[in-house]
Structure formats: C-alpha cells, structure tokens
C-alpha cells in the first residue's frame, strides 16, 4: 500500500465527495430498498457486498436510469466500457450504423438513454452536418466516448467558443492581422480556412483557465494544448473531433484499449466462442450481430457500402470546415 | 459537488427517496399514479423506519466511520470487504446450521483479526493502532471456559499468517518471529501484541522495498546481482540504518532509509564499479536476507 498525504490531509467530506462514496453508499440504500425480498433471503451485509463488488467489476450501471450512469466519473467509464464490450461485435463485422441505430444500442443498455447526447456523438463524427449518415463503431464510439464523458466540460467550452465567435472576449479580434506577433509566423494557409472558427491561441487560453478551475473532468491539459498547437485557426467541431482523436483523451479516461485495439480483445472472443459452441443451433442467429433484436435488418450490399467515400468526405469536411456550427452552438 | 457539503446520509437517503417514491415497491402506499406530498413523505418516513429495524442504518453508519478512519484509496472495493467479512462473521440467517468446531471458531477469529489489522495502512498510527485494539479483543474473547487474553501461540500463529500471506520469504522473516514471538502459554499483553503487530507489517513493507530496490541492480538476462554492487547498496542502507540513534521506534527506520537519497546510492554505486574485478553474483533471497538482518538486528527482542 502506498501513500497518498494528498488524501489523508482532505476534510471528511472532501474526501468522500472526491472518492463519491456517498453517492455510492445512497444508491446501495436505493436498491436495497428496492429488492427488499433479496436482503431477507441473504441478509443486508451479503447484498452491500455484492453492490460493493458490482460497482468495482463496473457491472453495477447496466440498465440503470441515466441520472445514474452519468452520476460519476466511474460510471460513465464503466457505461462506456459496458457499450464497447456489448457491440463491439458490430465494428468487428464493419457494419457502419447511423445516428438512430447506435441510439437504440445506447438504449439496450439504458432505457432513458437521451437522444440528444447521442446526437451531439453522430455531430463530432460527422462535423455536424447530415446527421443520418452510417458511421463506422469505432469513430462513433470514441466521439461518444468525450462526448459523454466530458459533457460538462464540453458545454462550458460551447459557451466559450460563443463568446469567441460574437467577439465578447475583450482581448479577442477575430481579424487575423491583430492577432499578438509570435502567432503570425507561419504564412496562412488556406485563404478561406483563415476566417472560419476562432484563433487556437485565444481559445487555448480560455480553455486553460476552464480546465483550471472546472470542477467536472477535463481532459489532460496537454492533449488541449497540442490539440490547438497545431492550427491556427479552428472550429468548435474541428476541435471536438481532434480531441476525440488524440490518444491521449482515450488514454486519460481509461476505459477503453487504444483505438488499434478497440476490436481486438482475444480472451472475450475466446469465451464467445466457447459459449457458440455450446448452442450449435444459435450459431447463425447470434453470429448476425447483436442489434438484430433491436435493429431492422442490415441488407449485405450495406456492410461494404461507401466506407471510403464516407471517410473521405468527412475528411475533407474537416479541412474546409462547415459553415453551420454557429447555428448549431446556439440550440446548446 | 467537491465544494459542498456533504449532508449526513440519512438525510440524503430520506431526500433521494422523496425523488423517486414510485419506484419503491412498499405494497399499499404507491399504488395511485400520482404521488402526493403527503404520501411520499410516508413512504420516507416508512422506508427509514425499515432501515433502521433491519440494522441499516447503523451498519452503514459503522461503515462510514470505518472509511473515514482508514482512508483508503479505493473506498468501494474497502467497503466490498468489510461487508464481505461482516457477511462470514455472522452468517445469515438460515445459513450454517450447527456452530463451527474449534479449530474453525480460531480460524475464523484470525481471520477476523488479520482484516481488522489490514484496515488502515501502521503510518496511519491512530487508526491503525485502533484496529489492533479491536483485532486484540477479537482474539482475547476467546469464548471458551478459560480465562479471556491472549495467548502465545494464538499471537505466533497471527504474526505467521502476517508474514506470509505478506509474501516475504520465510528465510527473511524467521529471524524476527524468533525475535517478537512468544512462549505458547504466556499471556501477550497488548502492549507487546502491538509492537509485534507493528513490527511485523514495517518489516514487510520494508522488505518490499528491499525487493524493489534488488529489482534495479538484477541483471535481467541472467537474474542475479552483482555482489559488489548489491553489497555496496546494503553498506549504505546499513550506514543510513546507524544513523538513526533513536532505536525506540521501528518507524524510524522507514525514516532513516528515505534518507537514503538516490545520489547517496549513486555515489556507492559508482565507486563500486570503478573498483571493478572479477565479481561473483548475489540473489535475491541473499539480499532480501541481508537487508532484512540489518532491520531485525534493531528490534528489540520480546520479554
């Protein structure tokens, strides 16, 4: 055991409020409450030990409400987690799904998913424009992923982008003549990229300062920073799609493999097996993909449809950016 | 939610259940659709009144106290233990019929004893010194006829288990046990259960340590040390180690060795390999054992 001063010298309450052990301990009351034939036939100890235990394993948000799942930052990485284990089937078969599709996975999971939050995920993803296009999982999953994660974080970041863009900044002028010295050494690139989205500089220092003094998660500092180091200039999706992106969100939050990784899991493709073999007769029926309960039937043709073209587009997307998001920002 | 206060979790439980009093299945009380002021706050009130009559409350509360003295670093999977073992000590009703043999009851009293002990980390003196008071009472309320206390080889059979369910090598911790342990029938007073029981677990982390320490002088390939540079590294643990004349306290060791500043080592280590001949290899179990004398020669024996 190692110590920790840092969490020896907090206030009782800091503490618990830091580690969410109230939070944790009310729910357990809830369910207790609410299996109450459960506790007569086991006894309360035995069922705080096996909520105690869920929580850990981070098998304790499945189909719960959503108030719940996105309670702590230990449950939206369990929820996140939970998703990829459930369907990552769908990106190992290449299925490419739209908005609705991943909405009803979401759903599967948690009856109260809202469909907002996953619409926001499809925007990342799509840079905010033709919300019902196919996306493969793994872009999805991880747009999702700080979507859902950092949503607090990402909001705050909406209003700031606002202000940048309406000029409330009192140090901001969007003409990019103004901008203080050093950030003008580099020729502009792209003529018409220049007066799109906000100075990176600028908006670097406004989203220091957020991560600063946030109360919610943030994502690393420094992923912030070489995300905007790059650019000069960029939009609020250009920034949510780079920051999805960057390995080091993924890695900071933790809860799922590196993006090479995310249809690779050896152990659970093992057990799945072994579990197939059991009920030869289901083979085919489950081996169809999991979202057939749920899902109208994927037509063949469609597993291979446009991926390329799809990507390409988004990627040229992501250069010359969309003229939308303003609109967009202003419904958040 | 980090700035606030956080209220007691009664308080809370009776707020969270106002929220939600549908779902609650208490038959008779929700069964309309819509929920009245009143009828919720029934429902509350009779929710409590459950709790408490079926010991939960205090069971949480006794919980919490529990996570607030220890602090640990995982509070969840703290409180999955404790009331895992809360659920082994008393069974659940309709659960093991007769009570267990003898042999069974000690084990289950060491068992006891050990998690209690493990609770708060030794550098967390009030707590853990608490949680030795308790794993003392656990051990002396022996139940049988005899005289309550504890005795010698109840305490030896403890300092066993500690040991090596603490992984060190029975080679390294024999010479200690020698040291702290005490005859079978003599009553161990709780002074000296204590400094055992303390002893015992810094001698662990200390050997810990030591392993790690070993870990980067290994040579990967052939998983041995050099002699003279594993000699050099235990001369100034061992210097280090005198340094610190006050020999009351065990801790001082821990103390004395974070003295040991890597440039310290680095300089030992540097002469050693200057002064290169021909060297034959030291193992692990060597150093672990040499490090670990050097700590035991400082314990003061027992009686």
């Known amino acids: ?294 899902l109208p039937s994927r037509t063949p043709h469609r597993a291979g449809f446009s991926w390329r073209t799809l990507h390409h587009a988004r990627k040229v997307d992501a250069e010359s950016d969309g003229s939308t998001e303003e609109t967009d920002e202003s419904e958040t | 939610m980090a700035g606030l206060p956080v209220p007691l979790p009664s308080a809370k439980m009776a707020a969270v259940e106002k929220r939600r009093p549908a779902i609650a299945p208490a038959a008779g009380f929700t069964d309309s659709g819509r929920p009245s002021m009143s009828r919720a706050a029934a429902t509350a009130e009779n929710e409590e009144d459950f709790l408490r009559q079926v010991g939960v409350t205090k069971m949480l509360r006794a919980a919490l106290l529990k996570v607030l003295e220890a602090r640990p670093e995982e509070p969840i999977s703290f409180l999955a233990h404790y009331f895992e073992n809360m659920g082994l000590s008393t069974p659940a009703n309709g659960g093991a019929g007769e009570p267990p043999g003898q042999l069974l009851l000690q084990q289950q009293r060491l068992g006891r004893a050990l998690w209690h002990l493990r609770l708060a980390h030794h550098s967390q003196r009030t707590a853990f010194n608490n949680n030795v008071g308790v794993a003392y009472e656990c051990l002396s309320a022996s139940g049988r006829k005899k005289k309550p206390g504890l005795d010698g080889r109840t305490y030896s059979e403890l300092l066993k288990r500690i040991c090596r369910d603490g992984e060190a090598p029975e080679e390294v911790v024999a010479p200690l046990l020698r040291k702290i342990q005490c005859r079978d029938h003599e009553a161990v007073p709780l002074d000296v259960f204590r400094t055992g029981m303390l002893t015992c677990f810094v001698l662990l982390e200390f050997v810990a340590r030591a392993s790690a320490l070993y870990q980067l002088l290994e040579d990967p390939t052939l998983a041995v040390a050099d002699r003279r540079m594993g000699q050099a590294v235990l001369d100034t643990l061992e210097g280090a180690l005198q340094a610190s004349n006050s020999a009351t306290a065990p801790a001082h060791y821990l103390e004395a060795g974070s003295l040991l500043g890597p440039d310290n080592l680095a300089l030992a280590m540097d002469r050693a390999l200057v002064a290169r001949r021909p060297s034959s290899p030291m193992t692990r179990e060597e150093f672990l054992e040499k490090a670990a004398a050097l700590f035991i020669a400082k314990v003061k024996p027992v009686g």
């Open chain 1, 1 to 294: 055991m190692m110590l920790s001063p840092e969490r020896l010298a907090l206030p009782d309450y800091e503490y618990l409020a830091q580690r969410h052990v109230l939070t944790y301990m009310e729910d357990a009351v809830c369910q207790l409450l609410e299996n109450k034939e459960d506790i007569s036939q086991y006894g309360v100890a035995r069922f705080f030990t096996e909520y105690f235990n869920s929580v850990c394993q981070g098998t304790h948000i499945l189909f719960r409400e959503f108030s719940f799942i996105q309670a702590t930052p230990h449950n939206r990485a369990s929820f996140l987690r939970a998703f990829w284990r459930c369907f990552r089937t769908v990106g190992k078969n290449g299925d490419l799904l739209t908005m609705k599709e991943y909405h009803c996975l979401l759903q599967l999971l948690c009856p109260d998913f809202p469909l907002e939050l996953t619409q926001k995920a499809a925007r990342i993803v799509l840079m905010d424009d033709a919300v019902d296009c196919l996306m493969s999982f793994s872009d999805f999953l991880l747009a999702f992923q700080t979507q859902f994660y950092y949503s607090e974080f990402l909001e705050s970041v909406a209003a700031i982008y606002q202000d940048l863009l309406s000029g409330k900044n009192p140090n901001t002028v969007i003409v990019p003549t103004s901008s203080s010295g050093q950030h003008r050494q580099r020729p502009a690139l792209g003529e018409t990229s220049m007066l799109e989205g906000v100075e990176a500089s600028l908006f670097y220092q406004r989203l220091e300062s957020l991560c600063d003094r946030h109360k919610y998660s943030c994502p690393p500092p420094a992923v912030v920073r070489e995300v905007l180091g790059n650019v000069q200039r960029l939009t609020f999706y250009g920034f949510l799609v780079a920051l999805s992106k960057h390995h080091g969100t993924n890695q900071a939050l933790g809860a799922l493999p590196d993006k090479g990784d995310l249809m690779h899991d050896p152990a659970m493709d093992e057990e799945l097996e072994r579990l197939l073999a059991q009920i030869p007769d289901l083979v085919n029926t489950v081996t169809a993909s999991p979202e057939a309960s749920c």
